[in-house]
């Protein structure tokens, strides 16, 4: 029986992993893949006192700091179901493996919706681009389009208009979601269009990088194409949290609630980093919840 089993490999559980583990606990992660999003990502510019990195350097520096300590990595393997009872709690494999804990902690992370249009896969990281706080000033100076009209997208939009030449906000339906406030902000900027009823059709490029944005008007069904450097895509952040429905409490948008000390709604199961109602989705973010959850947990090993 582990003291602290952790769900999930991204910088939040590696941190949590490390912090648990310096307590001489007995300590397990359980990942589908080490390294999480972070795997996914190129220039890594953000990250306090490395000025630069890139996604698969930082995760091999996770993995390794993780295996510098007595911690049980259960890597390729993704956890289906939690169970909790008086006796501790029990973590559900895919393969039907069942693990049990004192206590549990979630850094599953979340995924980014995508657009699901030809060219989006191909020139991810080389003009599409996900994460505004990452991304945003490989961009300055250029052109680039807001692909989604709520609230994330039209901060996106914002955000990016003081770093880059011109945005385009495009918008699927013929209004924006987003809070008037900051509507009223983004119509108030000299260097932002935003188009509604636009259903984006095709990322184009010349093979190396973006140079445009096919949209059709859905009012006219005409296309048009808009040439730019960076697509920006702001449809949603989906949590990796579909196991856990019914079991822990999550928000409206399935991210597991947690209070200041990473607690969620079951005793002794905390969680961090992507996947909770922390805000703000950045690597050192997520690795400030994993360390604060471990202490938490440790905290809870110590008064049960
Ligand atoms: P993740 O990194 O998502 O890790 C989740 C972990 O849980 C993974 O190991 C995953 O395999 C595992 N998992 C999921 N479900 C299960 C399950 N059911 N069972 C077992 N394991 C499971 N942030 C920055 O600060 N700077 C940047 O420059 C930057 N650039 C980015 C670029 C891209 C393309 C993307 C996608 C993100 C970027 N981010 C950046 C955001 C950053 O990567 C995330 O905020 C961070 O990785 C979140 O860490 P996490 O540990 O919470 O989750």
Redesign the pocket.
Known sequence: KYDVLI???????AAAAIYAARKGIRTGV?????????L??M?????ISVQETDGPKLAMALEQHVKSYDVDIMNL????ALRHSDNGIELELANGAVLKSKSVII????R?REMNVPGETEY??KGV???P???GPLFKGKRVAVIGGGNSGVEAAIDLAGLVSHVTLIEFDSALRADAILQKKLFSLPNVTVIKSALTKEVLGDGSKVSALKYEDRTTNEMHTIELEGIFVQIGLLP?TE?LKGTIDLSPRGEIMVDPKGETSVPGVFA????STAPY??????MGE?AKTALSAFDFLIRS
């Open positions: 769900v999930g490999g991204g910088p939040a559980g359980v990942a589908e893949r080490f390294g999480g999003q972070v996914d990502t220039a890594i510019e953000n990250f393997q993704r956890a289906s850094s599953t992370g979340a980014w991810r990281n681009a996900y994460c706080h990452c991304d990796n196991w961090a980093g992507d996947c989705k950045q690597i050192i973010i997520a994993g």
